[in-house]
């Protein structure tokens, strides 16, 4: 069994999607910091100095009444809120990720399409040279190939 579950494991498939899981968690990470230390810093500063990340609002007050400056300051008094903010960081990041996603599958299918595009070829068995696929004869050597 542990044989069985190795050749799984080392499966180029199981390996590639390993790789791409990594890379995208990576990704992940630089998009949240691309959202929230570069993209909203702006948007806020031209909404009137608005940070989104302490967007909030306050449903229940906690254990010291507000208002509250940050949210920070709300979750340590124990208030409950709903943090819209967050959730608009959040959803920048997504679009970004979304987006770059887009980009890469679209890059992969046109490569496809090229790869698609390029006349297949085969080996001549008697000399080894590449031969097109629709070939009858090796233009090398002349051998007959077998279709």
């Known amino acids: 069994m542990l044989r069985e ?24 990470t630089i998009a949240k910091s691309l959202v ?8 806020g500063l031209l ?24 949210l920070a300051g709300a979750q340590e008094a124990g208030a409950v809120t709903i943090s819209y903010g967050v959730f608009l960081n959040a959803l920048v990041s997504f679009i970004i ?14 490569l496809q ?4 595009s390029v006349p297949a070829i085969k080996e001549c068995p008697h000399c080894l040279s590449t031969v097109q696929e629709g070939a009858s004869r ?9 279709p």
């Open 5 to 28: 579950f190795k050749t799984f494991a080392m499966r180029g498939n199981v390996v590639d999607m390993a790789v791409g899981i990594l890379v995208g968690g990576a990704f992940g």
């Open 36 to 43: 929230t230390d570069i993209l909203m810093p702006p948007l």
């Open 47 to 70: 909404l009137g100095g608005v940070d989104f990340a302490n967007l909030f609002i306050t449903l229940k007050d906690g254990h010291r009444p507000g208002p509250y400056e940050t």
């Open 97 to 110: 990720v979304a987006f770059a996603a887009f980009l890469l599958v679209r890059a992969i299918n046109r």
């Open 113 to 116: 399409q090229q790869k698609e």
């Open 138 to 146: 090796c233009p090398y050597c002349t051998s007959a190939l077998v």
